[in-house]
DNA sequence: TCGCCGATTGTCT
DNA sequence: GACAATCGGCGAA
């Protein structure tokens, strides 16, 4: 597998979201390397939605890395769990995409391990924080580019967008008009999604 | 510094 | 369905 090349991440956020989905997320580390194909993404739409934590160009350390190249890992710490995002938008343009949910693929045994009070395969990785615990992804992860080891993203199946199923987002109350916008997107059918998605 | 809050998950009723 | 866990970012003092 290879990782996708830079240019890949230079296309509108929406359009993103959804090449996202079918795409492997691959992890290495010392214990060995866990994969997933991405099933269900979100975007976050930088100055005018107010569930992005860069609302209104908000530029801090924390939202830095999503005013740089598209491409990177933002890494947010929710609570007692770790949320990985894509950064999209030009630079100077602070979007990203929200992986919220991965069909297990590869280092299922690692994943195993590190999920021990998931009761069968698909609460492995069927939520944003899952996915990272069961992949390795922490906060040292903030800020690495993803075409390249440990953390990348390689293409994977090619989805037909008829497949492809839209939705309002999940667990942003308090924003306003933003907690309706159809950013959500998922792969319709697909058993690895969020709870309460399907 | 202090206090509050959250793009979640798991447990208990 | 309700709520605790548990910690960094953020804004105010």
């Not at 769990?81 to 894509?86: A, D, E, M, Q, R």
């Not at 390795?136 to 580019?145: A, E, K, N, V």
């Not at 999940?170 to 319709?188: D, K, L």
Request: neutral net charge; charged residues 25%; proline residues 8%.
């Amino acid at each position: 597998m290879e990782p996708l090349e830079k240019g890949f991440y230079y296309q509108p956020t929406l359009e993103l979201a959804k090449a996202l989905l079918g795409c492997f997320l691959i992890k290495e580390t010392p214990f060995g390397t866990a994969s997933g194909i991405i099933v269900e993404t979100e975007a976050y739409m930088g100055p005018d939605d107010r569930a992005a934590h860069s609302f209104e160009g908000r530029r801090t350390k924390r939202t830095e890395v999503m005013f740089g190249e598209p491409g990177f890992a933002y890494t947010y710490s929710m609570h007692t769990h770790c949320l990985l995002n894509v950064v999209s938008g030009k630079i100077g343009q602070p979007h990203a995409v929200l992986v919220r949910a991965l069909e297990p693929f590869s280092g299922k045994e690692l994943m195993a391990e590190r999920r021990p009070k998931a009761k069968n395969e698909i609460e492995w990785t069927n939520g944003p924080g899952k996915l990272a615990k069961a992949l390795g992804i922490t906060m040292s992860d903030y800020g690495h580019p993803l075409d390249e080891p440990p953390l990348w993203i390689s293409k994977g199946m090619n989805i037909d967008p008829r497949d492809i199923a839209i939705g309002p987002r999940i667990g942003i109350q308090n924003t306003g008009e933003a907690v309706h916008y159809p950013w959500r997107f998922w792969i319709s059918g697909n058993k690895f999604v969020s709870p309460k998605t399907q």
